[in-house]
């Protein structure tokens, strides 16, 4: 027994001391003189860490899974699906087949040519639990995720699966909130909604969703920037950029500041590729916190109506309307017995204020305008040739009936200074002084009266009109019953119409 035991402990050290040779060759392999291989070796810290340092990184691993964990469970997963229609052709219709063998059906609408074929179109995107009321819970989501879907689920981080309804959807924000009811919506976890106002350039934020499916992901950034504007996807809002990660399948999903607090909707990037490359951007949650109650009240966003058509000008514009130098949003026309108009505003002011607030472009007053409930009377400030003018006007609700009215938009058409370059482009001389007419639109006064783009307006009732500060002068609502012009075009001048003006 005991040369047993000592043949094994003696093979039992051979093995042990085989093994530690092992693991030293495995440390480090001398190749080619002084050459030698390193494989990784977790007997001691991989970089040298102060323990202070190592405290202050572990502090914020530590608030990351917080605010994962925590937050996490009030994003959902929405499958949706859409129905599409797309135009087919019919093989057999037309040339040879209908002259060798004729058709049939000819004029039927399911053998036209170009015959029309429904299809299901799936798709999925993310959201965020804002608010729960008895059984039923509401997740706010993307219009362009969830507005026209036909069926909807709503799946949890827990793995449940509930069918959705949509309760309101809103292209011009896009956004839209969806439903589901739960036996135990008690124990669903709604997030906390935090203020977008106060997010700064430089602010750590987290990006949480399904990008790509892979549902309850979340990626790191900054607030690269802030009010970016939505024009070039057709939003009115302004939105954060970020760098945190956001991919197809984020949209919809929240965007969350160090505190766990919802301050954006993860709505769309700007990629070359399809993919993420650092410039995501969210909806502001200030701007959609009335969204969710609209939805709920009444299923659709009311919108305020100023009666104003806004557009951008460059200095050069600027200049000759005499505001150089000033931020504001340029009214270039007003819609008839608009609250504009019965306010006592013209196409032709500079709006500069809006109940105290300084107005710094057309986009921030279209929004502001927006958020103001009917029938709440605003205070604007504008410049008029000049002069500071206050005005109170009383807010509509906006409808697209009487916001695509262009037969009651004044004048009609948009003028441009004439500049050097414009006036070589329609070939006038010096000697013709006016503003140029673009932008003339269909069922307008302007169309009514025959005037057309390239027109030059010399004389409004029969005052001439050297710039675009005298012509939006005398192109005066309030005092004139009616207006006339003179338009100069090919070597020609004749006087319009007549327009009266019924306000």
């Known amino acids: 027994m005991k ?3 000592k043949r094994l402990l003696a093979g039992t050290a051979a093995t042990a001391l085989a093994f530690a040779a092992v693991s030293l060759s495995c440390t480090r392999v001398q190749v080619k003189g002084n050459a030698a291989t390193a494989f990784a070796d977790t007997q001691k810290p991989a970089v040298p860490i102060s323990s202070e340092s190592l405290k202050v990184i572990e502090a914020l691993q530590d608030s990351f899974r917080s605010i994962s964990s925590g937050v ?3 994003v959902v997963e929405i499958d949706v699906t859409e129905k599409k229609e797309v135009q087919t052709m019919n093989p057999f219709d037309g040339w040879p087949f209908d002259f060798f063998f004729g058709n049939p059906n000819q004029g039927s609408d399911s053998n036209s040519r170009n015959n029309k074929r429904e299809y299901e179109q799936k798709g999925l995107g993310s959201g965020v639990i804002v608010r729960r009321t008895g059984d039923t819970v509401y997740v706010l989501t993307n219009n362009h995720v969830a507005g026209k879907a036909t069926n909807i689920t709503v799946k949890l981080n827990d793995g449940q699966e509930f069918e959705g309804k949509l309760v309101g959807a809103d292209e011009r924000q896009d956004i839209a909130l969806v439903s589901f009811d739960a036996k135990d919506a008690e124990n669903v976890i709604v997030a906390t909604l935090g203020d977008s106002d106060k997010v700064q350039t430089g602010d750590i934020c987290l990006a949480m969703g399904a990008p790509l499916g892979y549902r309850q992901s979340v990626t790191q950034g900054i607030v690269s920037a802030t009010g970016r504007s939505g024009d070039q996807i057709g939003n009115m809002n302004d939105f954060i950029q970020t760098d ?8 919809g999903g929240p965007l969350v500041n160090i505190y766990g607090e919802v301050i954006g909707i993860n709505t769309w990037i700007a990629s070359g590729s399809g993919g993420s490359v650092g410039l995501g951007f969210a909806l502001p949650i200030n701007s959609v916190k009335k969204a969710i109650d609209d939805f709920i009240s009444n299923g659709k966003i009311t919108y305020g109506w100023l009666g104003v058509s806004l557009v951008d000008v460059t200095d050069d514009y600027k200049k000759e309307l005499g505001v150089k130098g000033q931020k ?10 608009s609250p504009a108009a019965k ?8 709006i500069i204020e809006l109940n105290g607030k300084k107005v710094n472009s057309q986009n ?3 929004r502001e305008v927006g958020y103001l409930p009917a029938g709440k009377e605003a205070e604007f400030v504008v ?3 000049g002069n500071k003018v206050t005005l109170k006007v009383k807010i509509e609700e906006r409808t697209e009936e009487v916001s695509n009215e262009n037969s009651k938009l004044w004048p009609g058409f948009i003028a441009s200074p004439l500049n050097k370059k414009l006036r070589e482009s ?4 010096d000697k013709i002084e006016g503003v140029a007419v673009s932008n003339v639109l269909e069922k307008s006064p302007a169309a009514a009266l025959r005037i057309q783009n390239g027109d030059v307006i010399t004389a409004v009732n029969d005052k001439k009109v050297k710039n675009l500060k005298e012509f939006y002068e005398a192109l005066d609502i309030n005092r004139n019953k009616e207006i006339w012009f003179d338009v100069y075009n090919d070597g020609h001048t004749i006087s319009t119409g007549r327009y009266k003006l019924n306000k």
């Not at 945190?244 to 984020?250: L, T």
């Not at 504001?328 to 026309?333: P, R, T």
């Not at 306010?343 to 500079?350: F, K, L, N, T």
């Open 3 to 5: 040369k047993l035991t």
């Open 72 to 74: 996490l469970p009030s």
């Open 244 to 251: 945190a990660a956001i991919n197809q399948g984020n949209s």
């Open 328 to 337: 504001g949003a340029f009214a270039s026309q007003v819609f008839l017995n």
């Open 343 to 350: 306010g006592g505003m013209q196409a032709g002011d500079y």
């Open 364 to 366: 921030e007053l279209v």
């Open 383 to 385: 410049l008029r040739n």
């Open 426 to 429: 329609l070939k006038i001389d």
